[in-house]
């Protein structure tokens, strides 16, 4: 059975070292593509960084020594659209993936810290990916872990209250301008309290919009790891 993770290393077991350092207000996401070719595994990002220092922002990643070549896509506002041809060390590491069968979901940096999110065939390939990980002598610190055929709201972090409540209130017209449906509509049709109801949406949104849209690393992971 296939097995997804999610986890946490360091930049300098990963990649933009240098850049994250440089720029700490920076955030980097990796555009996931699901391929088992090397160069085509995350050859493009998308970097957050105040427009006034888009050329500080090239010259920076240009000489970060993870970078080979980089090319400028795209600008709009705050966030810059690269394509990244990968130093050797990065391209070593995503061979280590690609070899074991996963595939790359997600990958956020901020902080000097790289949030990953891969999915492998099945845990011996995870084991198999870990030990080499170890054995270059970087942290790993595994955040969660779960099947790849779990419910889709465990992809995004949602209980399934909190994907119920979201699910009834797009179904009644909640979100809708102007609504179709208040509060008091949903905690009928849900039976519980309003108070309950607003937690739940509150929970909720705020848990699908750091794991589908945000462009930096999440405050806090809790660690639940299924056997």
Known sequence: ???????????????????????????????????????????????????????????????????????????????????????????????????????MQEAEAANGTWYLKLQFVDREALEEFQTFFHEQGYAFELQRMYPGSAPKEREYDLTPEQR?????????????????????DLA???????NAVSERLRRATGNLTSNALAVSLPSSVDVAVER
Do not use: C, K
């Not at 077991?13 to 720029?23: G, I, M, Q, R, S």
């Not at 009928?188 to 309003?194: F, G, H, P």
């Open 1 to 103: 059975m296939s097995v997804i993770t999610e986890f946490t290393v360091p930049a300098n077991a990963f990649a933009l070292e240098h850049t994250l350092e440089t720029l700490p207000d920076a955030t980097v996401e990796v555009e996931r593509l699901a391929t088992h070719s090397r160069e085509w595994v995350m050859p493009f990002l998308w970097v957050a960084a105040d427009e006034d220092d888009l050329e500080t922002l090239e010259t920076t990643l240009r000489n970060d020594p993870s970078v080979n070549e980089l090319t400028l896509l795209d600008s709009d506002s705050n966030v810059h659209y690269f394509n990244v041809d990968w130093a050797e060390p990065v391209q070593h590491l995503v061979d280590q993936i690609v070899d074991r069968h996963g595939v």
């Open 188 to 194: 009928e049709a849900l039976d519980i309290s309003t």
């Open 164 to 184: 119920e409540a979201l699910v009834t209130a797009l179904r009644m017209g909640y979100f809708e301008v102007p609504r179709e449906a208040q509060i008091e």
